[in-house]
């Protein structure tokens, strides 16, 4: 692994690095750096001539463990229903 930043149009070149076989796949190194913490999830497009472009995946806030264990319900009880129209009908 060889590291050296430099600056393109496209981004930070970071460095030369060499594939390793790892299990029933291949992995490339990502340095701390770039910035990337472990567990974020990317998308891979291998473009036409050959090279890699990892793209990061938005994360939808409600499709996560957090927000299906979290009380809402005790949030709304605590601060209250904020609301511009009182509050009617028979649902009440």
């Given at each position: 692994?060889?590291t050296?930043?430099?600056?393109n149009?496209?981004?930070r070149v970071?460095?030369?690095f060499?594939?390793r076989?790892s299990e ?7 340095p701390?750096?770039t910035?990337?913490?472990?567990g974020?999830?990317?998308a891979?497009?291998v473009?036409?001539?050959g ?6 995946r938005?994360v ?14 005790a ?15 028979k649902?009440?």
């Amino acid at each position: 692994m060889t590291t050296k930043t430099t600056t393109n149009k496209q981004g930070r070149v970071i460095g030369k690095f060499i594939t390793r076989k790892s299990e029933y796949s291949v992995s490339l190194t990502v340095p701390a750096e770039t910035g990337i913490k472990p567990g974020q999830e990317y998308a891979l497009r291998v473009q036409d001539d050959g090279s890699l472009l990892y793209e990061p995946r938005h994360v939808n806030f409600w499709h996560t463990p957090d927000a299906e264990k979290h009380n809402f319900r005790a949030d709304l009880d605590k601060i209250g229903n904020f609301s511009e129209e009182p509050r009617v009908g028979k649902e009440l």
